[in-house]
């Protein structure tokens, strides 16, 4: 089974500010993990992954996580939120090993305070 | 490429009645995906399809249907809609292959249906 976390369904920053949403996983295998942005009154789009290798990911908008398996976690974050940054974000897990369902959490939305 | 496209973009139902959702992707992705998002609950995957001609359940399946004639399209039936089903569709597409590592999926912009 597998299963994923995020706590807090609400983040309020300034604009300018460190973006911190968080995302702790849990998963019988090594895990694939992924953050994805839902604009308002759009569908998902991916933000980074993680696979394999450097546990560091980058990704669009100067957005970035880092795998930390021994704390079973994923945190996103940004150095300085932007007022573009404003949206639901979604972390999902899939298992490794042939075709495996994606299990997402239930979202953060953030809200960037001019 | 238009990616994941969706239509309707929004829809009213009465309790009852039935109505398909449309979902085609132009990347020639094997699979597809049937989601719904309920408000703080994420989303939950409804069907999924591996291929043409192959579907299977997901988490919430039960009160729709599915079928894949072609690669493109994917629709999702509703038989006997309840109030239950109000919600926003979402339908993806990946491609997943042998050796391939965490495919990414492509959203469509989603369906938001309301039963009454």
């Known amino acids: 089974a597998q299963s994923v976390t995020q706590l807090g369904s609400h983040v309020s920053v300034s604009e300018g500010a460190l973006v911190l949403l968080r995302c702790n996983y849990s998963s019988s295998v090594p895990p694939y993990l992924f953050w994805y942005v839902q604009y308002p009154n759009q569908g998902l789009q991916l933000l980074l992954k993680y696979t394999t290798g450097a546990t560091l990911v980058k990704g669009i908008n100067g957005f970035e996580a880092e795998f930390k398996k021994s704390e079973t976690s994923f945190h996103l974050t940004k150095p300085s939120a932007h007022m573009s940054d404003a949206a639901e974000y979604f972390c999902a897990v899939r298992r490794s090993g042939g075709y495996q369902k994606v299990t997402f959490g239930t979202g953060t939305k953030l809200q960037v305070i001019p | 490429n238009a990616g994941v496209t969706q239509t309707p973009k929004f829809r009213i139902l009465k309790i009852g009645q039935s109505m398909t959702l449309q979902c085609t992707q132009d990347?020639?992705?094997?699979?597809m995906y049937w989601y719904r998002q309920d408000p703080g609950m994420g989303l939950k995957l409804i069907y999924y399809s591996v291929g043409a001609g192959i579907t299977d359940k997901g988490e919430v399946p039960n009160g729709y249907n599915v079928s894949r004639s072609t690669t493109e399209d994917f629709p999702l039936r509703l038989e006997l809609a309840a109030p239950s089903q109000t919600s926003v569709y979402f339908c993806?597409?990946?491609?997943?292959?042998?050796?391939?590592?965490?495919?990414?999926?492509?959203f469509g912009p989603g369906t938001r249906l309301l039963v009454l």
């Open positions: 993806a597409s990946s491609y997943s292959v042998s050796g391939v590592r965490g495919e990414t999926q492509y």
């Open positions: 990347m020639n992705h094997n699979y």
